[in-house]
């Protein structure tokens, strides 16, 4: 992971209910520290939370053409709001 990886930047994640990234930084810093019951409690109560969120829809996914236009539209209206 090229992440600072800190408890910190972890706790930000999961706040903002970023959980898979918040696991994987809990993960990598248990690695490090696989006595710190702080960081396994957490990574069960993240387990236990990814586990429970329904699967991603990917029955629609965009096309390449479609993202193409909508990241050409977001830039534009960067253009737009840089010139004001």
């Known amino acids: 992971?090229?992440?600072?990886i800190?408890?910190?930047m972890?706790?930000?994640y999961f706040q903002q209910g970023h959980f898979q990234e918040a696991y994987e930084i809990y993960q990598a810093l248990n690695e490090k520290d696989p006595y710190d019951p702080g960081i396994e409690k957490?990574?069960?109560e993240?387990?236990?939370?990814l586990e429970s969120l329904p699967p991603p829809n990917l029955a629609d996914p965009?096309?390449?053409?479609?993202?193409?236009s909508n990241l050409e539209k977001w830039l534009a209206?960067?253009?737009?709001?840089?010139?004001?």
């Open 1 to 4: 992971m090229d992440l600072m």
């Open 6 to 8: 800190t408890k910190t």
């Open 10 to 12: 972890a706790e930000l």
């Open 42 to 44: 957490r990574l069960i």
């Open 46 to 49: 993240l387990q236990n939370r």
């Open 62 to 68: 965009l096309s390449v053409e479609d993202r193409i």
């Open 77 to 84: 209206n960067i253009r737009k709001r840089r010139k004001s």
